[in-house]
């Protein structure tokens, strides 16, 4: 089981990393270098790694799954529950959020330099995880993820499972219908522009979409304690390639938009198939490389497993200072630009959870002598 748990491990560490480079791309192409979207290797690029964030939800459902064996439906078990997830989500992503316009307001206030839009409006949007700096959509998704979790979990124990994701899917494509009808992409949007009504109509498929995700998390940690369980992930896995070749097929015959991206907010079933596809499929290989990983990646990709909340939030503090510094040279090589922002923003997030950590111990540390 703990060469199975380790596998997971890898699969976030990598996903983290991913994401990491996804938000390189889209900070280069909503902020400074527009010329990114001319180039077709890089937006294909950006769809490609999309599979992470689906990655990110199944490792954390199979996470939650198998630590919270006995979730349980009574008020104050719930309270208890939600109390631990939301500290462990919400006040991280407040703190960081504290830091980060502190940061950019003495930048401005010293250097004159807005390197990042600091209004009121942007500010709160950032900190209620909608619109804002463009990070909390993922926050907000893991916190909606924790509160669905004792239901999902009670559901998916005590009722036939393939009727509960038929069900789920059945609800999920009709929601996503309504929504498409009159598009509104919630995360593009800042607080005070949002109807209520559209809210809901966007929440409904976003919600579902993801949950249906969360749920193949239960299900890849139920398999992990049965016998043959390669032979099972693996028959997954062909599933998943068929059920993307299938909903693609769909999309190309009613001549929808197959960019990852434009398929995010909320996830459409392209989104997902595909997301589905390249994590399971990744699951095969790191189950086939173990060893060969376990001997010369397991520190890194541990270490992004472990620190992989905040490595995704001090990435943003990272893509703010080093994009525009990289925008005062001169690049004739647009893929050597992208390469050295991408190293330096996995050295700066690294850097900056090795002194976080290192802080956190010393307070710790001076806390205990003074007892």
């Known amino acids: 089981m703990e060469h199975k748990i380790k596998v997971i491990d ?64 009574n008020f104050k078990d ?20 504290i830091i980060f316009f502190s940061i950019h307001y003495v930048i401005k206030l010293i250097f004159g330099l807005e390197l990042i839009e600091l209004s009121r409006n942007y500010i709160l949007s950032s900190f209620f995880m909608i619109g804002g700096i463009g990070f909390g959509w993922l926050v907000l998704l893991m916190l909606v993820l924790s509160f669905l979790f004792p239901f999902l979990k009670y559901l998916y124990k005590n009722y036939n499972k393939s009727i509960l994701f038929i069900t789920a899917t059945i ?118 490389c173990k060893h060969f990983i376990h001997a010369h990646f397991e520190k890194l990709l541990s270490f992004f497993s472990s620190n992989s909340y905040w490595l995704f939030m001090w990435n943003a503090l990272t893509l703010s200072l080093f994009i525009p510094f990289l925008s005062l040279f001169e690049f004739n090589n647009i893929f050597l630009r992208l390469i050295i922002a991408i190293i330096l923003n996995v050295l700066g997030v690294s850097l900056l959870v090795l002194l976080q950590k290192r802080l956190i111990k010393m307070v710790h540390s001076n806390s205990e002598r003074e007892k």
Not at 36 to 61: M, Q
Not at 78 to 97: A, C, D, G, Q
Not at 171 to 190: D, K, W
């Open 10 to 73: 890898y699969l976030r560490g990598l996903s983290i990393l991913s994401i990491i480079v996804i938000h390189v791309i889209a900070w280069h192409d909503n902020a400074i270098f527009t010329v990114y979207t001319k180039v077709p290797a890089l937006f294909n690029l950006r769809d490609f790694l999309e599979f992470s964030v689906v990655t990110i939800v199944i490792c954390s459902g199979f996470s939650l799954y198998l630590a919270y064996n006995k979730p349980s439906l």
């Open 78 to 97: 719930l309270l208890h529950f939600y109390r631990k997830r939301f500290k462990r989500l919400l006040m991280p992503w407040w703190i960081f959020l």
């Open 171 to 288: 609800a999920y494509v009709l929601s996503l219908i309504i929504f498409e009808i009159e598009p509104i992409h919630v995360f593009h949007l800042s607080l005070d522009s949002i109807s209520v009504v559209s809210l809901i109509i966007f929440a409904i498929p976003f919600v579902l979409g993801w949950s249906i995700i969360c749920l193949v998390g239960f299900l890849l940690e139920e398999l992990y304690n049965k016998p043959q369980f390669i032979k099972k992930v693996s028959q997954l896995t062909l599933g998943f390639i068929g059920l993307f070749i299938l909903v693609n097929t769909i999309f190309s015959i009613f001549n929808l938009d197959k960019h990852m991206y434009l398929n995010k907010y909320p996830p459409t079933p392209e989104f997902l198939s595909f997301g589905l596809m390249g994590t399971f499929i990744l699951l095969i290989l790191f189950f086939s």
